[in-house]
């Protein structure tokens, strides 16, 4: 169970208007231990007088507390930063958007999540198919050779297949693999929720995964080659009016 009051402090504090904060993470991917960190992500709005001053205001903000019995980490982006990140096939904000554990969301947060569905494109497949390799990668050179490893690598592919044939975002890999019915990604997530995920993989072991994670990777380019999503997005004039909006209301 999520620690809602802690987490409600931490959203406090922030010292710009909230849009909204989704929970990321082991949280959000489904393979969550008791004891895992809390990764929070969202967008807040810069108030239109700081960003008429002399000095540029980060676009980033970031709360990191290590002193709780829960690490707490907790990122927001400007509404134009997330924006643009949007209209560049972002996956990582594509997945907060759309993560069902909402935390925090101001009234424009549905007509942000609206507008991002037609942001959705098939070059999408590039970010899950990176974001899986250079997961693998830390795995197969030994640096993540955990059964915590393997689901970071595994769990980009699956949700790429899954945008790319439907258009619908899913992070969790225990959903995803309802439709997928991979016996070793069961097997996997019961290890990593059991507490045994920073075990070291047998070699047996790599070597079926390495097979999986290639036919999985191609898997996710034919997904690509035959999806029925767009090129380009079709929403950059509706973020545009509704950036405005969001700025001229802080005046």
């Known amino acids: 169970m999520l620690d809602h009051a802690l987490i409600q402090r931490y959203i406090a504090a922030q010292p710009c208007r909230l849009l909204f904060v989704t929970m990321s993470g082991a949280h959000l991917y489904g393979f969550e231990s008791a004891d895992s960190d809390y990764d929070l992500r969202g967008c807040h709005i ?7 001053g002399l000095d540029e205001p980060d676009e980033t903000l970031e709360t990191m507390d290590k002193s709780g019995p829960i690490e707490m980490d907790l990122v927001t982006h400007d ?18 958007i759309f993560s069902p554990i909402v935390l925090h969301a101001a009234p424009e947060f549905e007509e942000l999540k609206s507008l991002a569905r037609r942001c959705i494109t ?44 439907t258009g619908e975002v899913e992070s969790n890999i225990v959903t995803l693999n309802k439709v ?18 920073k075990g070291e993989l047998k070699d047996s072991d790599m070597a079926f995964h390495e097979k999986e994670f290639a ?37």
């Open 46 to 52: 810069l108030p239109a007088r700081d960003l008429l």
């Open 122 to 165: 098939r070059h999408h497949n590039h970010h899950f198919r990176n974001f899986a390799q250079n997961q693998w990668d830390a795995v197969s050179e030994g640096k993540r050779r955990t059964v915590k490893g393997l689901l970071y690598s595994y769990r980009p592919l699956l949700a790429g297949i899954h945008l790319m044939r």
């Open 215 to 251: 036919r999985l990777r191609e898997e996710l380019e034919s997904a690509r080659a035959t999806s029925g999503l767009p090129d380009e997005p079709s929403a950059r004039r509706e973020l545009g009016d509704l950036l405005v909006r969001l700025r001229l209301a802080t005046l």
């Open 79 to 96: 509404v134009k930063k997330f924006v643009r990140l949007l209209l560049k096939n972002n996956g990582y904000v594509l997945e907060q």
């Open 180 to 197: 997928f019915g991979l016996s070793h990604i069961a097997d996997l997530v019961a290890a990593k929720r059991g507490g045994t995920e």
